[in-house]
């Protein structure tokens, strides 16, 4: 049984560009929930798909974003990258049906760099 | 707004040793609340997670935690830490319908044998 899964593993950009992280969830899940984690501190969420629609949103900027494919996979996408941007990204896979008490699994994470 | 406080940044203990990780949130209504250890190199996993009934609930590896609503607490402990334990571990809140997880800025416990 594959857990969540996300590539890349590392990531260095420069500042203004963009770039797009990719997670697939646990088999048997539909939800995608992505996460940022700076050093130090932890995971805060940013968004979470369902049915391919973000149906909750933490507090970040437009700059972030997202999509959810037919296949419960999802993307990250953030753009005008910043410096303050470079942290762990995490994706996290439930099942909606399950609600708020199910358990999220969670995937290795994209380690980005922004110089 | 919702917010979770881990009381202790850095614990350090030796084989044996008892622990308790505190947890407090601030939300007044209905909460699920799990505890999540990541081991260096790992990702993250559950520990063990309460959402109703017995407010002291027991998870993997030798771990408990309970749920005292009066103190909006939610600590975490094991009678006896292993040089394996060493890891972070992050305390976790979620609220109303959503599977939306605010979290703790952790604790890293270090265990020396």
């Known amino acids: 049984d594959a857990g969540v899964t996300q590539s890349p593993t590392h990531l260095i950009k420069t500042r203004g560009q963009q770039v797009t992280l990719r997670c697939s969830p646990k088999s048997g899940h539909d939800t995608v929930s992505w996460y940022q984690q700076a050093l130090g501190q932890g995971p805060q969420f940013i968004f979470q798909y369902y049915e391919e629609e973000e149906r909750q949103r933490g507090n970040f900027p437009d700059r972030f974003s997202g999509h959810q494919f037919p296949n419960y996979s999802s993307e990250l996408n953030v753009n005008a990258l910043l410096l303050g941007d470079s942290a762990l990204y995490l994706c996290a896979s439930s099942l909606r049906l399950a609600g708020a008490t199910d358990t999220q699994y969670f995937g290795p994470g994209t380690r980005l760099t922004v110089l | 707004a919702q917010s979770v406080s881990q009381h202790n940044h850095h614990v350090i203990l030796s084989e044996a040793a008892s622990l308790e990780l505190g947890c407090n949130y601030s939300y007044g209504g209905t909460v699920n609340l799990f505890w999540y250890v990541q081991y260096p190199g790992q990702h993250l996993q559950l520990l063990l997670k309460?959402?109703?009934?017995?407010?002291l609930v027991k998870g993997i590896k030798g771990f408990e935690a309970e749920f005292i609503k009066s103190k909006f607490s939610f600590n975490l402990r094991k009678p006896s830490v292993q040089w394996s334990d060493t890891a972070e571990y992050f305390c976790a809140v979620n609220t109303g319908g959503y599977n939306k997880l605010i979290f703790g800025a952790g604790t890293r416990l270090a265990v020396h044998p």
């Open positions: 309460y959402f109703s009934g017995d407010p």
